[in-house]
């Protein structure tokens, strides 16, 4: 049985603004949960990886999250939301599939049979 992981966002990133919790989350979830937890910078729609933690050598960190090959040694499942402009962004992709899902139920109805 696959081990449950909770969900517990954390900054990871550097550079760039990424976000990421331990275990494969649903994404609305997840954006949701980081939203409720004040992270408010523009986020991709999330992904699931599998990541491999390694030691940083001294600086600011204290480890360093590597996305591997799933079934690598010491992997574990993880969700990621990179920061993201534009139509990228999880709003933005969320508002298309669901416009795009809307009309493909309208488009079904209009063709269908009546009985």
Not at 13 to 22: F, K, T
Not at 25 to 42: I, K, L, M, N, Q
Not at 62 to 67: E, K, L, N
Request: charged fraction near 25%.
């Amino acid at each position: 049985m696959a081990r449950q992981c909770s969900l517990e966002i954390e900054r990871v990133g550097d550079d760039v603004y990424i976000l990421m919790s331990a275990g494969h989350h649903d994404p609305h979830v997840f954006t949701r949960h980081a939203r409720s937890e004040g992270y408010d910078w523009p986020l991709g729609m999330p992904t699931q990886h599998w990541v491999k933690r390694t030691p940083a050598k001294g600086g600011f960190h204290s480890c360093w999250y590597h996305i591997v090959p799933e079934g690598t040694r010491g992997a574990f499942p993880a969700t990621y939301a990179h920061e993201a402009y534009g139509d990228e962004r999880t709003e933005v992709v969320t508002a298309r599939a669901e416009s795009e899902a809307t009309q493909l139920i309208a488009d079904r109805t209009i063709g269908s049979p009546r009985i």
